[in-house]
Structures are given as C-alpha cells and as structure tokens.
C-alpha cells in the first residue's frame, strides 16, 4: 500500500495546505531543504516542516494538508496518480450494509483548505470527491466546485452521492456549463425499492433517489451509475438492466462493481460475497441485456482472468494504486498492467483460481 497519512513535525500553528518540491522559487510550494532515506524537510510560507515514512521523491510535486497539531500530513494529491480523491465529510445518511466508510456522527469542516489544494492540483487532473455523503453539506459542496473550476477550467470532477438531496432549485444551477466538467457517481442496488432500501438501510431511500437522478437528467448532469454485487441482488441483477435500459437512458455508463472486503463488508463477507468466478450468469445476463438496448457497462474491481474472456474488455483498472494489490500468480500475467487486481484487504482465501493471462 502507499501511505496517504504520514507522521510529520510542522511548526505550532493551524492546518495548511502546501505543494512539495525540490525547486526554489515556486508559488505556494514548500522547499526541499534536507532528505534522509526515509524522510525529508521541506520549508515554506508556513515555515518548517519534517516529513517522515517515505523518501523525499516519492513527496516531490505532492499537494498536502499539513497539521501541525495533529502531528501529521495528508496527500491530499499525490502528483502523477490517477486517484486522487478527497473526503470532504464522514458524515452520511445512509447505512449501507457493505459501507467501505462507515459513517460517523461529526463533520470536520475542510471546504475552504480542500478548496486551496484542488487549485494546487497537477494540470487537467480528475479529481474525486468523496464522503460520507458530499450533499449533506451541498452549498460548500457546489461553491468549491465552481470556485475552483473558475480558477482551474482545466480541472474535471467525480463526486460520488446518494443523489437524495438535490432539489428543483438546482437544476438551473447544475445547467451552467461548468458542471460539464463534473460527473456523478450514483448508486443503485436493485429496481425493487424495497430491496435497494434494504441495502442501504434506509427507508424511503430510492424514492429519494428517483426524484435525485430525475433532476440530475432535467440538468444534463453526466451520470454514472453504479451496482455493487451482493448475495441480496446478484440474482436481480438483469431486471436491474431492463429498469436501467428503460429508464435511465440518459446515463454515461453504468459501472457493476466487485465487493471491497473493508468497512462493514469485513464482517459480513460470508453473508454478503458473491464468487463471480464460480457463477458469472447473472452478471453476464445483466451486461449484455444492457449493452443490447445501449447502455454502456464497465467492470469495476473484477480481476481479468477471473472474467470470461468475451467480458475481459469492460473490465476497468479501478482499483485505486494506493490500495491495490496483486497475488503472487499474478507475476506472470502478461495484462497485469491492465488489470484492477485486489484491493490491499482483500482475504487471501478468496484469491484462488487465478490463471495467468
């Protein structure tokens, strides 16, 4: 795993936020100053800070959060990587039962620093936004957005939300032309609204939910929805394509996604986990129902050689490099480059049958 947090002396002072770099002279950029195998200081606007775990290359070009109090920094943006994604709240209403993040009752108030680190972003970078649930806090959540893309036009968006909180007061908002460089990341478990409530264990949930995408549509808000596979829906999987062919259209993509063994699902995995290896029908069943009626699909967090080679070609990288690991048999492939692996939990017992490709 790469670390994104790291044990760091700053002088006292409030949290900030700073570009590292070896170079002299760089607006709002900390300089490199001294490095050791496994640390580096750099200095800055905000003074001196000592950074420790990892070598002062892999820091170089980073946007990071500095607390001094808290005696650490967050890479917030680690330059060069194709995951970066900031969690702007813990806060969530909904309590799904294989959450990754599991909620938590209090909200930190980052808007502002998280604001002045998209700004510092390395140039045309995607970045995600995250949570918790992003629209809990929807007007800070809508300001940075546009503050920065004002500034940055370069820069593109993928916010992930419930969708539940979006009202008719924003859809002329959401139509300006600077949110088509965001896109939303929507998920949607089942057609049935009994059982998608279910799953994320809140009632009245995807009623919510519809009034949330029809609004989104009325915007022209770029859309892509996403399934995550569980025991609870795997065998609805294709009246969820009918559903989403028929009435989702206005989609960019629906992306159907592998269980990540963190968070609740680590404690619920016999309960909740579906070998797609062992029984792939129902998935198959559901992307090629899709894709006849022109919905694109992608696989996201299927291993390649765990997906028949007519599927291998929706198969997403998606697993973020960070967290992403790959099995010992995996050393031979010849698309491990191509491919998601596992994330860094994933339990060993469940990486068996792996065939090189």
Request: hydrophobic share 40%.
């Given at each position: 795993?790469?670390?994104?947090?790291?044990?760091?002396?700053?002088?006292?002072?409030?949290?900030?936020?700073?570009r590292l770099g070896r170079d002299a002279g760089v607006r709002n950029q900390a300089q490199l100053i001294e490095e050791s195998v496994n640390s580096a200081i750099f200095a800055?606007?905000?003074?001196?800070?000592?950074?420790?775990?990892?070598?002062?290359?892999?820091?170089?070009?980073?946007?990071?959060?500095?607390?001094?109090?808290?005696?650490?920094?967050?890479?917030?943006?680690?330059?060069?990587?194709?995951?970066?994604?900031?969690?702007?709240?813990?806060?969530?209403?909904?309590?799904?039962?294989?959450?990754?993040?599991?909620?938590?009752?209090?909200?930190?108030?980052?808007?502002?620093?998280?604001?002045?680190?998209?700004?510092?972003?390395?140039?045309?970078?995607?970045?995600?936004?995250?949570?918790?649930?992003?629209?809990?806090?929807?007007?800070?959540?809508?300001?940075?957005?546009?503050n920065v893309l004002r500034n940055r036009p370069d820069l593109r968006f993928h916010v992930l939300s419930n969708a539940q909180h979006f009202t008719d007061d924003d859809i002329?908002?959401?139509?300006?032309?600077?949110?088509?460089?965001?896109?939303?990341?929507?998920?949607?478990?089942?057609?049935?609204?009994?059982?998608?409530?279910?799953?994320?264990?809140?009632?009245?949930?995807?009623?919510?939910?519809?009034?949330?995408?029809?609004?989104?549509?009325?915007?022209?808000?770029?859309?892509?929805?996403?399934?995550?596979?569980?025991?609870?829906?795997?065998?609805?999987?294709?009246?969820?394509?009918?559903?989403?062919?028929?009435?989702?259209?206005?989609?960019?993509?629906?992306?159907?996604?592998?269980?990540?063994?963190?968070?609740?699902?680590?404690?619920?995995?016999?309960?909740?986990?579906?070998?797609?290896?062992?029984?792939?029908?129902?998935?198959?069943?559901?992307?090629?129902?899709?894709?006849?009626?022109?919905?694109?699909?992608?696989?996201?967090?299927?291993?390649?050689?765990?997906?028949?080679?007519?599927?291998?070609?929706?198969?997403?990288?998606?697993?973020?490099?960070?967290?992403?690991?790959?099995?010992?048999?995996?050393?031979?492939?010849?698309?491990?480059?191509?491919?998601?692996?596992?994330?860094?939990?994933?339990?060993?017992?469940?990486?068996?049958?792996?065939?090189?490709?």
């Amino acid at each position: 795993m790469i670390p994104l947090v790291l044990p760091a002396q700053a002088e006292p002072g409030v949290p900030y936020v700073t570009r590292l770099g070896r170079d002299a002279g760089v607006r709002n950029q900390a300089q490199l100053i001294e490095e050791s195998v496994n640390s580096a200081i750099f200095a800055g606007d905000h003074g001196l800070v000592e950074i420790e775990g990892v070598p002062a290359n892999d820091l170089d070009g980073d946007v990071v959060l500095v607390d001094p109090d808290a005696g650490r920094v967050e890479r917030l943006f680690r330059s060069g990587s194709n995951h970066n994604t900031l969690l702007v709240t813990e806060r969530c209403d909904q309590l799904c039962v294989m959450c990754s993040q599991p909620p938590k009752k209090t909200h930190v108030d980052r808007f502002a620093l998280l604001e002045q680190a998209c700004r510092l972003a390395d140039e045309s970078a995607l970045i995600g936004i995250s949570g918790g649930e992003p629209t809990l806090y929807k007007n800070e959540l809508f300001e940075l957005i546009e503050n920065v893309l004002r500034n940055r036009p370069d820069l593109r968006f993928h916010v992930l939300s419930n969708a539940q909180h979006f009202t008719d007061d924003d859809i002329d908002r959401l139509r300006q032309p600077l949110w088509g460089k965001v896109a939303w990341g929507i998920p949607l478990y089942a057609a049935d609204p009994k059982l998608h409530d279910e799953i994320v264990g809140k009632s009245g949930a995807a009623d919510a939910l519809e009034a949330g995408l029809a609004r989104l549509i009325m915007a022209g808000a770029r859309i892509e929805l996403r399934t995550v596979v569980v025991q609870q829906n795997v065998a609805i999987l294709s009246t969820l394509a009918r559903f989403v062919s028929t009435n989702l259209q206005p989609i960019e993509q629906w992306s159907i996604m592998q269980l990540e063994h963190i968070g609740f699902a680590r404690g619920r995995w016999a309960q909740l986990y579906w070998d797609h290896g062992q029984d792939f029908s129902s998935i198959s069943e559901a992307v090629d129902l899709a894709e006849l009626r022109g919905i694109p699909v992608r696989l996201f967090n299927f291993p390649r050689c765990t997906v028949p080679a007519a599927y291998r070609e929706l198969v997403v990288p998606s697993i973020s490099d960070w967290k992403r690991q790959y099995a010992q048999a995996c050393d031979s492939c010849t698309q491990k480059a191509e491919c998601s692996g596992f994330f860094a939990w994933h339990p060993e017992t469940a990486m068996g049958g792996l065939i090189p490709l």
